[in-house]
Antibody, heavy 126, light 108 residues
Framework: QLQLQESGPGVVKPSETLSLTCTVS??????????WGWIRQPPGKGLEWIGS???????FYSPPLKSRVTVFADTSKNQFSLKLNSVTAADTAVYYC??????????????????WGQGTMVIVSS | DIQMTQSPSSLSASVGDRVTMTCRAT??????LNWYQQRPGKAPKLLIY???TLQSGVPSRFSGSGSGTDFTLTISSLQPEDFATYYC??????????FGGGTKVESK
């Protein structure tokens, strides 16, 4: 059974870089037709897609965050990571790593987030 | 970008009630619409995909409908474990999958 686990600092100073890693177990991030990505949820608020990486390495980012975000993989460790630059208090959130699966249920073109990490809280504070 | 709007943002209901919530997209997304349930402190869980297909293991009291821009999630008889927040998500513009703001179902 595929599992995802986030790791990284729980506190980041304003203007610095938030770095998180997602370790994948029970499957390979090089498996075809999957995207691997990050979603965040500020305290008491909704879910926000940050960015995703296709198994081939191509990346896609949320337009409001695009200038500050990088998602990349280390296939040798079966991990993928998130870097978010120049953080502010508005970046305080629970960060989830996720797998996006396509053609779900045998329906062509339908994608769902089928596996989620447990989430890790990151606080931006001096 | 496709924006998703859910209403109401919260509702109060009792066990056994029929509960309905809606989700609207800023453009037609056909049936590329998923519903997730999130309990406090937990990651979201998929309930319904392709607007109306129940995920395996999800109770049949949950149902989804709609196509185009307007969608509905219905809980036919609310159970204690259903008090949670529900999010719709469009999967039309993969991988830029946007979520609605959520509907929180609270106990009356």
């Amino acid at each position: 059974q595929l599992q995802l686990q986030e790791s990284g600092p729980g506190v980041v100073k304003p203007s610095e870089t938030l770095s998180l890693t997602c370790t994948v177990s029970g499957g390979s991030i090089s498996s075809s037709s999957y995207y691997w990505g990050w979603i965040r949820q500020p305290p008491g608020k909704g879910l926000e897609w940050i960015g995703s990486m296709y198994y081939s390495g191509r990346t896609f980012y949320s337009p409001p965050l695009k200038s500050r975000v990088t998602v990349f993989a280390d296939t040798s460790k079966n991990q993928f990571s998130l870097k978010l630059n120049s953080v502010t208090a508005a970046d305080t959130a629970v960060y989830y790593c996720v797998r996006l699966a396509g053609d779900y249920g045998g329906i062509p073109g339908h994608y769902i987030y089928d596996v989620w990490g447990q989430g890790t809280m990151v606080i931006v504070s001096s | 970008d496709i924006q998703m709007t859910q209403s109401p943002s919260s509702l109060s209901a009792s066990v056994g009630d029929r509960v309905t919530m809606t989700c609207r997209a800023t453009q037609s997304i056909n049936n590329y619409l998923n519903w997730y349930q999130q309990r406090p402190g937990k990651a979201p869980k998929l309930l319904i995909y392709a607007a109306s297909t129940l995920q395996s293991g999800v109770p049949s009291r949950f149902s989804g409908s709609g196509s185009g821009t307007d969608f509905t999630l219905t809980i036919s008889s609310l159970q204690p474990e259903d008090f949670a927040t529900y999010y719709c998500q469009q999967s039309y513009n993969t991988p830029s999958l946007t979520f609605g703001g959520g509907t929180k179902v609270e106990s009356k």
